[in-house]
């Protein structure tokens, strides 16, 4: 059964919350020029990886919401990347700031982007950035015992955006 979903545009100045479904996700390139290579954009899908990686990620805010003003963005990261540091970074590709780090998780981590991070969301858009390293002492000389996955990956990454729907700056006529 598939049930319609009817967008009705939020009141103007009052709080709210966008849940990360309807945030509409895509992988962009990163500042070296490449796309990510955990996040599959015509699959739709995380990808395992064994190499170190940076991701940025841009996320659309639904149009009857804009222009948004957002005080901060709620991150649920679903990752197994055992021996690595994960860290998250906001604000705009090329000007990113990091707001949390992780050492090895294993499931589930959360954290918050100040609002500050998130001053991209009055164009209908934010941007989240992802690194992960390479896996710790993977050049050490010690011999390792039994066997290793070096593979990490994503199984999910959730956005939840806080913020309100504000009025637009725009006040001149159509040319």
Not at 13 to 20: A, K, L, Q, R
Not at 48 to 69: K, M, N, T, Y
Not at 81 to 100: C, D, H, I, W
């Given at each position: 059964?598939i049930?319609?979903?009817?967008?009705?545009?939020?009141?103007?100045d009052?709080?709210?919350?966008?849940?990360?479904?309807?945030?509409?996700?895509?992988?962009?390139?990163?500042?070296r020029?490449?796309?990510?290579g955990?996040?599959?954009?015509?699959?739709?899908?995380?990808?395992?990886?064994?190499?170190?990686?940076?991701s940025i990620?841009?996320?659309?805010?639904?149009?009857?919401?804009?222009?948004?003003?957002?005080?901060?963005?709620?991150?649920?990261?679903?990752?197994r990347?055992?021996?690595?540091m994960?860290?998250?970074?906001?604000?705009?590709?090329?000007?990113?700031?990091?707001?949390?780090?992780?050492e090895?998780?294993?499931?589930?981590?959360?954290?918050?982007?100040?609002?500050?991070?998130?001053?991209?969301?009055?164009?209908?858009?934010?941007?989240?950035?992802?690194?992960?390293?390479?896996?710790?002492?993977?050049?050490?000389s010690?011999?390792?015992?039994?066997?290793?996955?070096?593979?990490?990956?994503?199984?999910?990454?959730?956005?939840?955006?806080?913020?309100?729907?504000?009025?637009?700056?725009?006040?001149?006529?159509?040319?």
């Amino acid at each position: 059964m598939i049930q319609p979903i009817r967008w009705i545009p939020p009141q103007l100045d009052v709080p709210i919350s966008i849940p990360g479904p309807f945030l509409a996700m895509r992988a962009i390139d990163n500042t070296r020029g490449g796309l990510s290579g955990i996040f599959s954009n015509t699959k739709r899908e995380w990808v395992g990886l064994e190499a170190a990686s940076d991701s940025i990620f841009e996320f659309q805010i639904p149009v009857c919401c804009r222009p948004f003003e957002a005080t901060s963005a709620d991150v649920r990261l679903n990752i197994r990347a055992g021996s690595r540091m994960v860290t998250l970074y906001g604000g705009e590709p090329g000007n990113m700031q990091k707001f949390a780090e992780f050492e090895s998780p294993l499931g589930v981590v959360t954290a918050q982007i100040p609002g500050e991070m998130l001053k991209s969301s009055r164009t209908g858009k934010i941007y989240f950035q992802m690194s992960v390293s390479a896996v710790a002492n993977a050049d050490s000389s010690e011999p390792m015992e039994g066997e290793q996955d070096d593979a990490y990956k994503v199984e999910q990454c959730l956005i939840t955006l806080n913020g309100k729907r504000v009025a637009s700056s725009y006040s001149g006529s159509a040319p």
